[in-house]
C-alpha cells in the first residue's frame, strides 16, 4: 500500500473520494447481502446468492399486465402535468422541455406511494439490507426515442457518499420497467462484480454540482483505465425485460446507460432504499449537502411494507 492511499484511509471516512488529482482503489467492506437467508426470505436462496455475487437481480414478470397498465398511466399524466416545469425536481433533456426525471414520486403520486410500499420492493429491500429501510431518493426516468440521452458509468454511492453523506454502501436501488426495455433502446448496464472495489475519484466537487451532474455526470466518474479493468475482468451485463421487470442493484454496482436513437422510447420507476442505520451526516467531499429532493435528511422514517396487487 502507497503513502497516499494510508494518508487518506481513516476511520471517520471508511470510503474517500474526491481527495486528490488522482483515483485510487479501496475494497469494498461491508456485507452486500445484510441479513441470512431463510425460508421466509421474500426472495429465494439463489436470488440472494446472485445478488450478492454480481450485485444485481433481476425479476422478470414481477408485475400483472393490469399493474403495469395503471402505473403506465400515472407516469403518463404526471408527464404531462409537469412539462416544461420549472420545479426543481423535475428535470428536462438538455436543450429541450422535455421531462427526462421527476424526483420525489411517491408525493407526487398515491400510485407510486403504494409501488415504494409494495412487499416486491420495499420488502425485498428490507431483507437484502437486514433492518428497515427508508427512502433515501425517488424518480421517474423517462428516455425518449431518437433523443434521448446517454449517462456515463458511476457509482451511486460514491456520489450519495461524497454529495449526500452516506456512511456506507447499505443502500440498494429497485427498478420497475414501465415499458419495454431491450439492448437497443438505452437501458441499464451493469459491471457485475464491480460492486466489491470501492473507487475513489479523483477531482474535488465543485459548488452546487449536482445542477449540472443531473442532466450529464461529469464529476464522480471512474477513469478510463479503471472501467477497462472492471470490464475485462467482470464483463458488462445489460439489465433488460419486458414490462413488469423489477431490477435492485447494489448502491455501489458500477452502471450507466446509452442514448436512445431507437424509436422505442423506455420509462422506469425508480427507488433508493437506505437502512434507517445508514442515516445521512454531512457529506465527505462537497461543500454542502445536495438539496432534499435528491437525498432525504433528517431522522428516517421506516416505510411501511405492503402486500397485495397494486390497484
Excluded at 436543450?95 to 400510485?111: H, K, P, W
Excluded at 437486514?130 to 457509482?155: A, C, M
Aim: glycine residues 8%; negative net charge; hydrophobic residues 35%.
Amino acid at each position: 500500500m502507497n503513502e497516499a492511499r494510508r494518508d487518506i484511509t481513516s476511520e471517520t471516512d471508511t470510503y474517500p473520494t474526491r481527495v486528490f488529482d488522482r483515483e485510487y482503489w479501496t475494497d469494498r467492506k461491508d456485507p452486500v447481502v445484510w441479513a441470512d437467508w431463510s425460508e421466509h426470505s421474500p426472495i429465494s436462496r439463489e436470488q440472494a446468492q446472485s445478488y450478492e455475487r454480481n450485485g444485481y437481480l433481476v425479476i422478470r414478470d414481477a408485475f400483472s399486465p393490469a399493474e403495469i397498465r395503471h402505473l403506465q398511466d400515472a407516469a403518463h399524466d404526471l408527464r404531462q402535468a409537469l412539462g416544461g416545469s420549472d420545479a426543481e425536481d423535475v428535470i428536462t433533456e438538455p436543450g429541450t422541455d422535455a421531462v427526462r426525471t421527476i424526483f420525489r414520486l411517491e408525493r407526487y403520486s398515491s400510485m407510486f406511494l403504494r409501488l415504494a410500499q409494495d412487499a416486491r420492493l420495499a420488502g425485498v429491500a428490507r431483507f437484502l439490507m437486514g433492518e428497515d429501510v427508508y427512502i433515501h431518493q425517488s424518480r421517474l426516468n423517462y428516455k425518449p426515442g431518437f433523443t434521448g440521452k446517454e449517462f456515463y458509468w458511476h457509482s451511486d454511492f460514491e456520489t450519495w457518499h461524497a454529495e449526500d453523506g452516506m456512511p456506507r454502501p447499505r443502500a440498494v436501488s429497485a427498478s420497475v420497467l414501465l415499458t419495454d426495455n431491450s439492448a437497443l433502446n438505452g437501458p441499464l448496464m451493469l459491471i457485475p462484480g464491480s460492486h466489491r472495489h470501492f473507487i475513489g475519484c479523483a477531482g474535488k466537487t465543485p459548488e452546487r454540482n449536482h445542477e449540472t451532474s443531473l442532466k450529464a455526470q461529469k464529476v464522480g466518474t471512474p477513469s478510463h483505465g479503471a472501467l477497462e479493468w472492471l470490464v475485462d475482468r467482470y464483463g458488462i451485463d445489460p439489465a433488460v425485460g419486458p414490462a413488469g421487470t423489477l431490477i435492485f442493484f447494489d448502491s455501489n454496482t458500477m452502471h450507466g446507460s446509452n442514448g436512445n436513437i431507437t424509436p422505442f422510447p423506455r420509462s422506469n420507476a425508480f427507488f433508493v432504499f437506505n437502512a434507517v442505520s445508514n442515516q445521512l451526516r454531512q457529506p465527505y467531499a462537497a461543500p454542502n449537502p445536495r438539496p432534499e429532493f435528491l437525498a432525504e435528511r433528517g431522522r428516517p422514517v421506516p416505510l411501511p411494507v405492503r402486500k397485495g396487487p397494486l390497484a
